[in-house]
């Protein structure tokens, strides 16, 4: 038995040198230094899937202060990077460095598209005129501040109001409340008088989609363990194909018409499509929904703040007119620093998502780190939004006066560095939607707070856990869903929502300048 225990102990030390022997040889010294490493490959393995993917900010956050760091897994390496400063040297290697072939891999998984769209999307991937470059050119365009966006916002704030409206108390679950009126709201804007979304079999089937893209992507045995996403999927690509089997898009937005012309021309088929709108339509909801929970939630379960906000609309974003309320959404994203700073803030504590990308040739960033070609590089937002250096001792707090402007003119602004709010990502995959989702967002809060009192039923509110985070989540997914009772605040008065200036950008990324002074 002691022999046997011996060859065994034996066996395993000598399995773990050679594999720090390999490690090493593998490993160049111009490389980000690799970590959780006492067994190479198998320690971090064993990590991943314990943790999940927290590991990739807690975990390899807190064991590791280094501004990048390697992960070396049996077939291929992920550097993550912490650094505040190198994430824009990052961003600039665009050729390099580039999410455009994980979003062909992507496309060919989780939209199941033929292999003739498969060819297409991967057409040229590196290239300005490919067709994963292209879309994306199409999509900024009628996402950024202009006519086209003008009309989206308007569409979308209107359907809310007219969701909100309610002259009787009604109990609710918050979140099933929200995830409804938004998915209606946006989706009516962007698909216009033929919405899918109309469709109750729509409706239905899309958590069952929604909830299953982590294995929808991962595709691994997906007879068993994708059985019921790629069945709610099908479901809706059948919709899908109605609506523009119908011409459905030729009443859509802009936004969906040049989409469509644009597939048109690079020969995508029908179903094809259907299947790329299908997997598209994650961008336009699945985040705004959370977003919108998580700010509703901090509003109304602290007094001082729903006070706050509800005093600020009224003074500035509110005209009253006998029994007539208009709620000026352009003074709402303009003219209310409580409820904006709030929403930033909602951003920095809830906003998970990671930024993943493909190194497509070796190259060398800050001139230092060697990355090698074919690996991985991750950029978790939420490292950014705890770090105390740049947030303060009350990283942890949510503190909704945070992000609001210093007007107590003591001496020169002291500004953070904005490079940490990742709320929206950065770089070239800046999301195009922040402009449209961020309207969307506080017109929900503004109309919802200030048309109801909403109490919890429990009798005091309790933050929902949201402990886990997923693949395809840019925000934290909440455990249970809460039930509120939403009671009518004025109930003879009419609401409306209008637009008093138009072309206005929301300052809510580095790059359009957002305000992070202390
Ligand atoms: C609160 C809501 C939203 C959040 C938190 C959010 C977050 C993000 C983030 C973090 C990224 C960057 C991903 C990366 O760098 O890998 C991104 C990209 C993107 N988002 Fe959003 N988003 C939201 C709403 C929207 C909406 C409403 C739309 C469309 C109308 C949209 C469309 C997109 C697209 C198309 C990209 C990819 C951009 C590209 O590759 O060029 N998003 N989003």
């Known amino acids: 038995m002691i022999s046997y225990i011996a060859t065994l102990l034996a066996g395993i030390t000598a399995l773990v040198f050679l594999l720090h022997m390999f490690l090493r040889l593998t490993q160049d010294a111009r490389e980000p230094p690799s970590v959780d490493t006492e067994v190479p490959f198998l320690s971090v393995l064993a990590r991943i899937g314990w943790r999940g993917l927290s590991y990739w900010d807690k975990h390899a956050y807190v064991r590791s202060q280094l501004p990048i760091f390697t992960i070396r897994l049996p077939y291929f390496r992920i550097y993550v990077v912490n650094s505040t400063k190198l994430i824009p040297i990052v961003q600039r290697h665009v050729e390099t460095i580039s999410f455009s072939p994980i979003m062909v891999e992507m496309s060919a998984r989780f939209m199941a598209v033929s292999n003739k769209t498969s060819d297409i999307i991967r057409r040229d991937p590196m290239d300005d005129h490919g067709f994963v470059a292209g879309v994306s050119q199409t999509t900024h365009v009628d996402l950024s501040p202009g006519q086209s966006l003008d009309s989206l916002n308007e569409e979308s704030v209107r359907t809310l109001s007219g969701a909100l409206e309610s002259s009787a108390s009604a109990v609710v679950n918050m979140r099933e409340w929200i995830d409804k009126e938004i998915t209606m709201a946006t989706t009516e804007a962007i698909y216009g008088p033929l919405n899918p979304f109309r469709d109750p079999a729509v409706i239905s089937a899309w958590p069952d989609y929604e909830n299953g893209l982590a294995p929808l992507l991962l595709n691994v045995l997906p007879a068993i363990t994708a059985r019921r996403p790629a069945k709610a999927r099908e479901t809706l690509v059948r919709a899908y194909k109605r609506y523009y089997a119908q011409g459905g898009h030729l009443q859509a937005s ?198 109801f009192d909403i109490r919890p039923r429990s009798g005091r509110w309790v933050m929902p856990s949201a402990a886990n985070i997923r693949l395809d989540t840019m925000f934290h997914r909440l455990d249970h869903d809460p039930a509120v009772t939403l009671i009518p605040r004025e109930g003879s008065t009419e609401w409306r929502v209008m637009f008093s200036g138009l072309d206005e950008p929301m300052r809510v990324s580095v790059e359009d300048g957002i305000d992070v002074a202390e």
């Not at 937002?381 to 990283?395: C, D, K, L, M, Y």
């Open 254 to 451: 802009p936004f969906i018409q040049h989409r469509y012309e644009f597939y048109l021309q690079r020969g995508v088929p029908l179903e094809d499509i259907a299947r790329i709108e299908v997997g598209a339509a994650v961008g336009l909801i699945s985040n705004t929904k959370p977003a919108t929970f998580w700010l509703l939630y901090h509003v109304c379960s602290d007094e001082l703040l729903l006070n706050a906000c509800r005093q600020e609309l009224m003074s500035n974003a509110v005209h009253t007119r006998k029994h007539t309320r208009t709620l000026d959404m352009t003074r709402v994203k303009g003219s209310c620093p409580v409820l904006f700073s709030a929403f930033k803030e909602t951003f920095r504590c809830h906003g998970v998502g990671i930024a993943i990308r493909q190194v497509v040739e070796d190259d060398v960033v800050d001139n230092r780190y060697l990355l090698k070609r074919g690996s991985y590089l991750l950029i978790p937002a939420q490292v950014q939004h705890r770090q105390r250096s740049i947030w303060g001792e009350n990283v942890d707090e949510f503190d909704h006066n945070r992000f609001l402007p210093d007007e107590s003119n003591r001496g020169p602004k002291r500004r953070r560095n904005p490079v940490a709010f990742r709320g929206f990502g950065g770089g070239a995959t800046l999301c195009p939607g922040r402009h449209f989702a961020a309207t969307e967002v506080l017109a929900f809060v503004a109309l919802a707070i200030l048309r």
